[in-house]
């Protein structure tokens, strides 16, 4: 069976930093690309990051220069390390695989991990 389990989430103060794990299981984690997306109550999902099979990055705005995402295929896991939090950062954080290569299209979603940004 397909499974991402994410942890790591937690209660943190401004300025603090977490790191958010996404471990996978029942499919081949290295063909597929992995991205974190985030949903705010009353928000729609957003991307955060991602990162390729190859392992290029690319993030949303509001993260650049404080989150990093990357992956270990050798323990099928992918890894958010949030730095610098901010409130704005309170969010359920979900973990995302994509296989899309040729003309075929895969994604399977983690249940996400709550992370909360206050003092």
């Known amino acids: 069976q397909v499974q991402l389990v994410e942890s790591g989430g937690t209660l943190v103060q401004p300025g603090g930093s977490l790191r958010l794990s996404c471990a996978a299981s029942?499919?081949?984690?290295?063909?597929?690309?992995m991205s974190w997306y985030r949903q705010a109550p009353g928000k729609e999902r957003e991307l955060v990051a991602s990162?390729?099979?190859?392992?290029?990055?690319n993030y949303a705005d509001s993260v650049k220069g404080r989150f990093t995402i990357s992956r270990d295929n050798a323990k099928n896991t992918v890894y958010l390390q949030m730095n610098s939090l901010k409130p704005e950062d309170t969010a359920v954080y979900y973990c995302?695989?994509?296989?899309?290569?040729?003309?075929?299209?895969?994604?399977?979603w983690g249940q996400g991990t709550q992370v909360t940004v206050s003092s």
């Open positions: 029942g499919f081949t984690f290295s063909s597929y690309a």
């Open positions: 995302n695989a994509v296989y899309a290569m040729g003309s075929s299209r895969t994604d399977y």
């Open positions: 990162i390729t099979i190859l392992g290029r990055t």
